[in-house]
């Protein structure tokens, strides 16, 4: 049987929110979010109004996800869901638009996982030192 957790991959909540930018395929016109809830197959972007989302889930997006490095990670994506402060799961994750990277390149895709993978290192390394000093810990790996 196969691991669910493995199969899709680590999911990342992140102690520093990172830079998302969003637009329409071919499009000008630029979104600027913010992320903390990242995983190989897609984000989990904060929107203040997510029922205002200039998309819809037909809608293929260009997405640039700022990992610190020169130059963004950049992929395309579908929105999946939406939270809404009325949503049950708003407590846990926000109010916000879950998107689903359906179009990345290798070289891409390959940046993507070797961020995630540091940021999981960076973290395990933070949680064992916080531990050993008897600190709270602030970061956290689902």
């Known amino acids: 049987m196969i691991d669910r957790e493995k199969k899709r991959g680590e999911r990342l909540i992140l102690e520093k929110k990172r830079p998302v930018v969003l637009a329409s395929i071919g499009s000008d016109v630029k979104y600027h979010l913010e992320t903390k809830n990242v995983s190989s197959h897609g984000f989990f972007l904060e929107f203040e109004n997510p029922d205002r989302f200039p998309f819809t889930k037909a809608s293929m997006m260009e997405v640039w996800l700022d990992t610190g490095k020169e130059e963004p990670v950049f992929l395309n994506a579908k929105m999946i869901r939406l939270i809404s402060e009325k949503d049950k799961d708003a407590s846990l ?13 290798k070289e891409n895709d390959e940046r993507l996982k070797a961020y995630i993978e540091k940021e999981i290192e960076n973290t395990k390394n933070k949680i064992v030192h916080e531990d050993l000093m008897g600190l709270s810990i602030k970061a956290s790996v689902e």
Do not use: T
């Open 93 to 105: 994750w926000g109010v916000g638009i879950a998107i689903k990277i359906v179009q990345i390149s």
